[in-house]
């Protein structure tokens, strides 16, 4: 794992600072996780046999002998959040960005304690249309906008599944991107 220091905080505060100003102007509102969450969750949300779930999260047993975990990602939290407080009767844009964990073999380029950056379209059941006055602008160019407006470097587009993922090569210390 990598230590932030003093040096990096700006350019991490510039950048949490931007994606703030960028992604509320398209309506998006952030929302914080817990980092621990019940092992369940995960099991549930990303299936018991999974990679994720078999070999990569970080779990323990609390005091209560709970099962508890690391957040190895932000979706099933995310979720979760939106049912149980009941924000699923009108659309959302969602964003959190925040520390991931995965256990796994390090290999170049890859920590066990990640961030991400993660904007969340939620929709009813019933396909609410979002208010004309909302720009309507899809997760490749939100991101993009907020990654000029770092004035990042080197940008590239990939798909991972079928989700549109912005990737750019980091050094260890700087964030990663995920959009979906």
């Given amino acids: 794992m990598v230590d ?5 905080t ?58 508890m975990t690391l957040r190895p990602e932000g979706t099933a939290g995310c979720v979760r959040a939106v049912v149980q407080h009941n924000l699923a009767v009108t659309p959302q844009r969602l964003w959190y960005m925040g520390p991931m ?30 208010p004309s006055s909302s720009p309507c602008v899809g997760s490749y160019g939100v991101a993009w906008e907020w990654m000029t ?12 599944k079928t989700a549109p993922v912005i990737v750019r090569r980091w050094s260890p210390t700087y964030p990663s991107i995920e959009s979906n």
Wanted: charged residues 30%; hydrophobic residues 35%; glycine residues 2%.
């Fill in 149 to 160: 407006h770092c004035s990042l470097r080197s940008i590239r587009l990939v798909r991972l």
């Fill in 101 to 130: 964990f995965r256990y796994e073999r390090p290999q170049k380029g890859r920590q066990r304690q990640f961030h991400q950056l993660v904007l969340k379209r939620l929709v009813s059941r019933h396909r609410i249309r979002m």
């Fill in 10 to 67: 700006p350019l991490w505060q510039s950048m949490e600072a931007a994606a703030l100003e960028v992604l509320s102007s398209y309506g998006y509102e952030e929302i914080r996780l817990p980092i621990i969450e019940s092992t369940d969750l995960f099991a549930r949300s990303i299936g018991e046999v999974t990679d994720i779930v078999e070999k990569e999260m970080y779990t323990f047993a609390d005091r209560n002998d709970d099962s």
């Fill in 4 to 8: 932030i220091l003093p040096e990096d």
